[in-house]
């Protein structure tokens, strides 16, 4: 059974803050109100990148996922919440509730797929995570991912959110820095086309190559 990390941020959305708290002891604010604000400044450069149909993966409360839609893209939300699921599609974008490593729609048709909001760290496995989008895409797609700054390289391991006084159960999660992505993307047969940021994120455009 999945499960379901970030439903604590999900439903306690008013709670207090938010914090996403890795074994290692590092931990990070979780930006909530943006989950559920109107896409950011800084997402516009991944819809720019995006020109045919899209996964969103991870969606959340679907903020990108109806920005991409608005673009004119034919897009899918995906997440294993079904409380983000329902906000996703009372936005009026399309979404399904799915773990990602399930059988997801139109298979291998995909133009993109996006990773935003630290979703790289998604199953805890960047490789893994890496290969199931690259099997998603057709074959010249590419895959959005938003990654850590310069200087933090890789990370695995289990963490756990808290919202107020909620913890919510531990699961597998990693973070990938932006000169550490290009190892993990060349084992799942993925090239790092361009590093590019937008305010004070980074992104990342990878796309398919000739590895089997």
Do not use: K
Not at 22 to 38: E, K, M, T
Not at 96 to 120: C, K, M, S, T, Y
Request: charged share 20%.
């Amino acid at each position: 059974m999945t499960v379901d990390g970030f439903a604590t941020a999900l439903h306690d959305r008013d709670a207090g803050a938010h914090w996403l708290v890795h074994a290692d002891g590092a931990r990070s604010r979780l930006p909530v109100d943006r989950w559920h604000g109107p896409a950011e400044p800084a997402t516009e450069p991944v819809v720019a990148r995006c020109a045919g149909p899209t996964l969103d993966l991870g969606c959340g409360p679907g903020r990108l996922t109806l920005a991409l839609t608005r673009a004119g893209l034919a897009t899918l939300g995906v997440d294993v919440s079904a409380r983000a699921v329902g906000l996703t599609r009372a936005r009026g974008a399309v979404a399904v509730q799915a773990d990602l490593f399930d059988p997801l729609p139109a298979e291998g048709r995909w133009a993109h797929a996006v990773l935003l909001d630290g979703n790289i760290g998604i199953g805890g496995d960047p490789v893994a995570l890496l290969r199931r989008c690259r099997a998603l895409l057709r074959p010249a797609g590419t895959v959005l991912v938003e990654l850590d700054p310069p200087g933090t390289g890789i990370w695995q391991g289990q963490a756990h959110v808290v919202s107020g006084r909620d913890r919510g159960p531990s699961f597998r999660w990693a973070r990938l820095d932006t000169r550490a992505v290009h190892a993990p993307a060349a084992t799942a047969g993925l090239a790092v086309r361009e590093v590019f940021p937008a305010g004070r994120r980074w992104f990342a455009e990878l796309g398919t190559t000739a590895v089997g």
